[in-house]
């Protein structure tokens, strides 16, 4: 999915531990998502930020906190990993016109 | 409470065929409905948006058509090929920020 780089594409974590998911756009776009995907539930809004320095919590922020280091970046934190945290977790920015996003290609992360 | 709702978790159509996918909402300040396509281990990816003002949008194969009164869209692909076989999300644009809410998504599954 060009524009939308995520890194890493996979990670298993064990419980407690920390980790920073990564991602940058290169579409100068203002505003970007952090969605997670779960089987049967869809894509839920973790956080956004409509522009660099501002972050908003979405439908799940629990357990989540964001940083949007400038315009390009916008990382996802779990500070003290839980099985419930198992999903797979996408970054966008928007396309611009239609309204619509670009994705990324998402982690996967697995919390044991 | 579950502001878009796609109730078919899956569908299945043959080549050559008309597969049509429904979305019902509940909010009434939704402005702009879009549908994405996701295939296994990648990011959703736009296919066609349509703003409430309009009834109608056709893309080549595909067309949204959007029923106010109901609350309901509904994606029509013709004619079904295997390469649609993907998951597909519905949409809705409500409130600042371009904030997407999505449905559960719907698996569609093309047979040759």
């Not at chain 2, 009834?55 to 058509?65: A, W």
């Not at chain 2, 004619?79 to 519905?90: E, L, N």
Request: aromatic fraction near 12%; charge should be positive; include cysteine.
């Amino acid at each position: 999915n060009a524009g939308v780089t995520q890194t890493p594409k996979f990670q298993v974590l064990k419980t407690g531990q920390s980790m920073t998911l990564q991602c940058a756009q290169d579409m100068n776009h203002n505003s970007m998502y952090w969605y997670r995907q779960d089987p049967g539930m869809g894509l839920r809004l973790i956080y956004y930020s409509a522009s660099e320095g501002t972050t908003d919590k979405g439908e799940v922020p629990n357990g989540y906190n964001v940083s949007r280091l400038n315009k390009r970046e916008f990382s996802l934190r779990l500070e003290s990993a839980a099985p419930s945290q198992t999903s797979v977790y996408f970054c966008a920015t928007l396309i611009g016109g239609n309204y619509g996003y670009t994705f990324g290609s998402g982690t996967r992360l697995t919390v044991v | 409470d579950q502001q878009v709702k796609q109730n078919s978790p899956s569908l299945s159509v043959q080549e050559g065929r008309i597969s049509i996918l429904n979305c019902d909402y509940t909010n009434s300040m939704f402005d702009y409905f879009l549908w994405y396509k996701k295939y296994p281990a990648e990011g959703p990816t736009f296919l066609i948006s349509i703003s409430s003002i309009k009834d109608k949008n056709e893309d080549g194969r595909f067309t949204v058509f959007l029923n106010k009164s109901a609350k309901h869209l509904s994606l029509h692909i013709v004619p079904s090929q295997p390469g649609d076989s993907a998951v597909y999300f519905c949409a809705a644009r409500g409130g600042s920020n371009y904030k997407l809410t999505f449905g559960k998504g719907t698996l569609l599954t093309v047979n040759p």
